[in-house]
């Protein structure tokens, strides 16, 4: 699929004043800094469409992006960040759970794990919770560029090993991505094309 189109329409940390038309959408979530804004941009072939930062904690809205005027990507605030305030915190929490448990247009969403690192708890927590919630998922290992080509399928092979430790019985749908090399990019827009086909 090729992406011709690809508009920002909307931030805000109310789930009922998301847009309210009634197209797909595919929402990017994971550890503030592992890389969502960066992968829309990289999806997009735009360069500052999502807002992105070396420093935790960019990306602080919900935010929708209209792709090819019938389908939107969403960018969502990162989890885990320890230096903002509890207050702060819950409330991110508040609303992205919100926006999971309530928001019909979402058809997949993609959990962004940093290929690099071990399996984080935090990670795990929240992938359980999209399974008690119900919420189709797939996981996109980001940042593939900072380990050799080698070590990629290790990496994967180890976090598989965490998930049917914590009781998954398969490996989720997913994905290897570098937004600074573009990998996974064909990949994940031929996946999204053909779940919009359903
Ligand atoms: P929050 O909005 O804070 O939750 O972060 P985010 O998940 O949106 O991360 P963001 O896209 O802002 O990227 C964080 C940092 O990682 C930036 O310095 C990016 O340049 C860098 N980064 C993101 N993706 C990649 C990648 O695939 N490879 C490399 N080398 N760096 C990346
Ligand atoms: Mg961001």
Same mark, same amino acid.
């Given at each position: 699929?090729?992406?011709?189109?690809?508009?920002? *329409?909307?931030?805000?940390?109310?789930?009922?004043?998301?847009?309210?038309?009634?197209?797909?959408?595919?929402?990017? @979530?994971?550890?503030? /800094?592992?890389?969502?804004?960066?992968? %829309? /941009?990289?999806? #997009?072939?735009?360069? /500052?469409?999502?807002?992105?930062?070396?420093?935790?904690?960019?990306?602080?809205?919900?935010?929708?992006?209209? @792709?090819?005027?019938?389908?939107?990507? !969403?960018?969502?605030?990162? =989890?885990?960040?320890?230096?903002?305030?509890?207050?702060?915190?819950?409330?991110?929490?508040?609303?992205?759970?919100?926006?999971?448990?309530?928001?019909?247009?979402?058809?997949?969403?993609?959990?962004? *794990?940093? %290929?690099?690192?071990?399996?984080?708890? *935090?990670?795990?927590?929240? @992938?359980?919770?999209? +399974?008690?919630?119900? !919420?189709?998922?797939? %996981? @996109?290992?980001?940042?593939? $560029?900072?380990?050799?080509?080698?070590?990629?399928?290790?990496?994967?092979?180890? =976090?598989?090993?965490?998930?049917?430790?914590?009781?998954?019985?398969?490996?989720?749908?997913?994905?290897? #991505?570098?937004?600074?090399? +573009?990998?996974?990019?064909?990949?994940?827009?031929?996946? *999204? $094309? +053909?779940? /919009?086909?359903?």
């Amino acid at each position: 699929m090729k992406i011709n189109t690809a508009e920002f *329409i909307i931030s805000n940390s109310d789930v009922s004043k998301c847009p309210l038309e009634r197209l797909p959408e595919y929402a990017f @979530i994971g550890r503030s /800094n592992v890389g969502k804004s960066s992968l %829309i /941009n990289m999806l #997009t072939n735009h360069k /500052n469409l999502a807002k992105t930062s070396g420093k935790p904690g960019k990306t602080q809205l919900i935010n929708h992006f209209k @792709i090819n005027s019938n389908w939107f990507l !969403v960018d969502l605030p990162g =989890y885990g960040y320890a230096r903002v305030s509890k207050k702060t915190k819950e409330v991110f929490q508040e609303f992205i759970t919100d926006y999971f448990e309530q928001r019909e247009q979402l058809v997949c969403a993609f959990v962004l *794990i940093d %290929i690099r690192l071990e399996a984080q708890k *935090i990670d795990l927590e929240f @992938i359980e919770y999209l +399974g008690e919630t119900e !919420v189709p998922f797939c %996981i @996109i290992f980001t940042k593939a $560029d900072k380990i050799s080509k080698g070590k990629v399928a290790a990496h994967i092979a180890a =976090y598989r090993k965490e998930l049917l430790a914590n009781n998954w019985e398969e490996m989720p749908q997913h994905f290897v #991505t570098s937004s600074t090399e +573009g990998t996974g990019k064909e990949e994940l827009l031929q996946f *999204i $094309d +053909g779940v /919009n086909q359903d």
